[in-house]
Structure formats: structure tokens, C-alpha cells
């Protein structure tokens, strides 16, 4: 849980410099872009856990 907190909180300062410095962010600008990356970790998690496709 720490290492999930500690991605959060890196995460969210990393998206603070970019919106700082007027950068595009390295993420899709929206919830389907950002749900479609969250579908392919879930996948693969999937993949190699049920499976256990390596």
C-alpha cells in the first residue's frame, strides 16, 4: 500500500511540474484514454496470474 501511495504522490507533483511549465502531459487528457491504460495493465495481470501466460 505504501508503494501505491508514494506512486500517487509522485504522480501527482510530476503532473503539478508539467502543468507549471505549461507541458503536455505524458498520459491521455481523459478518463477513456486513462481507463483504456488501466485495461491493459488489468489484462496482463490477468494474463500471467489465471493464466499464467509468461
Known amino acids: 500500500?505504501?508503494?501505491?501511495?508514494?506512486?500517487?504522490?509522485?504522480?501527482?507533483?510530476?503532473?503539478?511540474?508539467?502543468?507549471?511549465?505549461?507541458?503536455?502531459?505524458?498520459?491521455?487528457p481523459t478518463v477513456a484514454g486513462l481507463m483504456g491504460i488501466v485495461g491493459l495493465f488489468l489484462g496482463y495481470v490477468i494474463a500471467t496470474r489465471w493464466f499464467g501466460w509468461d
Open 1 to 28: 500500500m505504501r508503494e501505491v501511495l508514494l506512486a500517487t504522490l509522485a504522480g501527482l507533483v510530476v503532473g503539478l511540474l508539467f502543468a507549471r511549465l505549461k507541458l503536455p502531459i505524458p498520459a491521455p
